[in-house]
């Protein structure tokens, strides 16, 4: 318990010292904290046995075949571009946040994870782009999952060391609009004397 209260302090130091204007580098800073709780999870299962490889495996199968994977160099080769994997797809997720604004902010990075593992582990599976082929269906249901740990983490991410004007709030910015145009009063009539009106007629 005493961990965790010392975790959640030390985020709350980095949320106040960390607040980033650049989306460039909130992109790159929230990927990797996305990435680091998406292999967090990825250790989790493989320690117990719920998936066959870890991201440094699969990554590192681009560059060297399957056997030398467990030599620490070509490992670290793997995780290194993992990293910077995950660093370069936070930077959509800013986008698409910067246009729908930072509400449901959970539901947003959970979907968007699920995009990228369809495409980034998904395609690269299916093209034989990765050497390492996973034989159960549990791997691919533990990727799943792993790549929504990386878009919900990375979702909160950004919005939590990010400046709060680069993300607009578009459920208070609207419930502001309305309010602003309840309180405007409409004239019914025109501000004009009865007697001025009476002689515009006559």
């Given amino acids: 318990m ?3 209260d010392n975790v959640v302090k030390l985020i709350s130091k980095m949320q106040r010292v960390l607040k980033m204007k650049d989306s460039v580098a909130v992109s790159i800073f929230a990927g990797i904290l996305g990435t680091l709780a998406m292999d ?3 250790l989790m299962f493989w320690r117990k046995g719920k998936t066959e490889a870890l991201y440094g495996h699969i990554a590192g199968s681009i560059f060297v075949n399957p056997f030398r994977l467990n030599q620490r160099k070509n490992f670290w080769l793997g995780q290194i571009m993992h990293l910077i994997t995950g ?7 800013t986008i698409i946040l910067k246009k729908t604004g930072k509400d449901n902010i959970l539901l947003k990075g959970a979907f968007f994870g699920a995009v990228t593992w369809e495409f ?6 299916r093209f034989s782009v990765f050497a390492t082929k996973p034989r159960f269906t549990k791997t691919h249901y533990a990727e799943l999952f792993n790549n929504i740990i990386y878009g919900v983490t990375t979702a909160q991410a950004l919005v939590s060391f990010s400046e709060p004007s680069m ?3 578009r459920k208070n910015k609207t419930q ?3 309010n602003t145009q309840k309180n405007k009063v409409q004239p019914i009539y025109a501000d004009v004397n009865a007697n001025e009106e009476n002689t515009v007629f006559m």
């Fill in 2 to 4: 005493e961990l965790f």
């Fill in 40 to 42: 967090t999870s990825n």
């Fill in 87 to 93: 660093a370069v797809l936070a930077y959509p997720l």
């Fill in 120 to 125: 980034i582990y998904g395609i690269g599976q």
């Fill in 167 to 169: 993300f607009p709030d």
């Fill in 176 to 178: 502001k609009n309305l």
